[in-house]
T-cell receptor
Framework: GEDVEQSLFLSVREGDSSVINCTYT??????LYWYKQEPGAGLQLLTY?????DMKQDQRLTVLLNKKDKHLSLRIADTQTGDSAIYFC?????????????FGQGTTLQVKP | DVKVTQSSRYLVKRTGEKVFLECVQD?????MFWYRQDPGLGLRLIYF???????EKGDIPEGYSVSREKKERFSLILESASTNQTSMYLC?????????????FGQGTRLTVV
């Protein structure tokens, strides 16, 4: 079945760039997503990329997709303490499906002042 | 403002009890999901519904059932609660299929089974 893998923890200093990585197994993934979960809250969509794109930039966020290696990354430039959260990679697979979302384990980003 | 509302933030139940977790969305979404979130395991899909009265098992359906009698409401049922079902439960909804399926999440229900 589909599988999405992430490392569990990343620590950076304020002002540095953060790079969170994700690998997935389903080669028919159509959309790939990054969600953010702040303490005590549900998940919120940060950004997404369609599978025929290599890169997407949205202000401080850059998403890179390597379809050959099934690797997705999220780069946060000028990381701030408010970026401390859990970041989840997710995918929907198979065109025309009903939109079932599969999530990774989540990467906890710790930003040190 | 779009909304997914879960009926309780915190619940404490006894082993063997039947437990109902309710979720309501006001966006007229076809898809609704129940996930459980455990540290180090991420979000694991329990059940998924893509239409009224339609459901599909996720990765960990054992010990759970669901009900979707109306489009806006999706209920998760623990038939006989056990301590290994202590977890955070998250409900979500989204539009179907081919389009960008952003999911909107509720705040979560932290269930403790004692």
């Amino acid at each position: 079945g589909e599988d999405v893998e992430q490392s569990l923890f990343l620590s950076v200093r304020e002002g540095d760039s953060s790079v969170i990585n994700c690998t997935y197994t389903d080669s028919s993934s159509t959309y790939l997503y990054w969600y953010k979960q702040e303490p005590g809250a549900g998940l919120q969509l940060l950004t997404y990329i369609f599978s025929n794109m290599d890169m997407k930039q949205d202000q401080r966020l850059t998403v890179l997709l390597n379809k050959k290696d099934k690797h997705l990354s999220l780069r946060i430039a000028d990381t701030q303490t408010g970026d401390s959260a859990i970041y989840f990679c997710a995918e929907t697979s198979k065109p025309g499906n009903t939109g079932k979302l599969i999530f990774g384990q989540g990467t906890t980003l710790q930003v040190k002042p | 403002d779009v909304k997914v509302t879960q009926s309780s933030r915190y619940l404490v139940k006894r082993t063997g009890e039947k437990v109902f977790l309710e979720c309501v969305q006001d966006m007229d979404h076809e898809n609704m999901f129940w996930y459980r979130q455990d540290p180090g395991l991420g979000l694991r899909l329990i059940y998924f519904s893509y239409d009224v009265k339609m459901k599909e098992k996720g990765d960990i359906p054992e010990g759970y059932s669901v009900s979707r009698e109306k489009k806006e409401r999706f209920s998760l049922i623990l038939e006989s609660a056990s301590t290994n079902q202590t977890s955070m439960y998250l409900c979500a909804s989204s539009l179907p299929g081919r389009m960008n399926t952003e999911a909107f999440f509720g705040q979560g229900t932290r269930l403790t089974v004692v």
